[in-house]
């Protein structure tokens, strides 16, 4: 039996998930969390074979630093991403951070989180069909690591970039981080800063000559 801890702010997607693994039989769910401190709580006490977690939904804390703790806390445990967040900068952060899977939802059937789920428990990596064209540009030939064109920017940083880039408002990259609107003004008003530029504009266009805002 496959132990596996549920981690995401929405019950709906716990509930899918949990649905399709029981169905699936060989599984036994050991706990949910709905935030961050929730989700270290329980990957100590429990230390499940998989952790199926959408760290995007715990806005002050950094992909990155979510997955590396998860790590260090319970070394044994693998982690499964399954969110609706898709820029190359967060699924990047993920899978360096030591991630062995990142499905995005919106083309992530039960099928293939059930299939997901059961390809990291045995200890191999899956990603989903979206990330699986782009795993060339995002991590180089023959799996060389592309350098982040903006190293001075934190992983939540570039996630914005990569949003601001593409031409979206402070409103829709919000909604696509699931963050308040004011937390979103204050990321892009950092960006701007360490960028050196003055506004929005020029922002677009330095990170659009870098190859953002295209994926």
């Keep these: 039996m496959v132990t596996v801890l549920l981690a995401d702010a929405h019950p709906v997607a716990r509930r899918r998930v949990r649905s399709t693994l029981e169905r699936a039989g060989g599984f036994v769910i050991v706990g949910e969390a709905t935030t961050a401190a929730e989700t270290f709580a329980e990957t100590a006490w429990h230390r499940p074979d998989v952790l199926v977690v959408d760290p995007h939904q715990f806005g002050h804390l950094d992909v990155a630093d979510m997955i590396g703790h998860v790590s260090r806390i319970a070394p044994g445990t693998r982690v499964l991403v399954v969110t609706s967040v898709d820029d190359d900068a967060s699924v990047r952060s993920a899978l360096h ?119």
């Excluded at 030591?98 to 039960?110: E, P």
């Excluded at 963050?179 to 950092?190: E, F, G, Y």
């Design 97 to 215: 951070a030591g991630a062995r899977g990142y499905l995005v939802a919106a083309d992530a059937d039960a099928d293939q989180v059930l299939r997901g789920v059961q390809v990291v428990a045995n200890g191999e990596v899956i990603v989903g069909r979206s990330v699986a064209g782009r795993l060339p540009a995002l991590f180089g030939p023959l799996g060389g690591h592309v350098p982040y064109p903006f190293p001075q920017l934190t992983a939540r940083e570039q996630q914005v970039l990569e949003r601001i880039a593409a031409g979206k408002s402070n409103l829709a990259i919000a909604r696509d981080l699931a963050l308040a609107p004011k937390t979103i003004s204050n990321r892009v008003s950092a960006v701007l800063g360490k960028l050196g530029v003055t506004d929005r504009a020029q922002a677009i266009v330095l990170a659009r000559d870098a190859g953002l805002g295209r994926g």
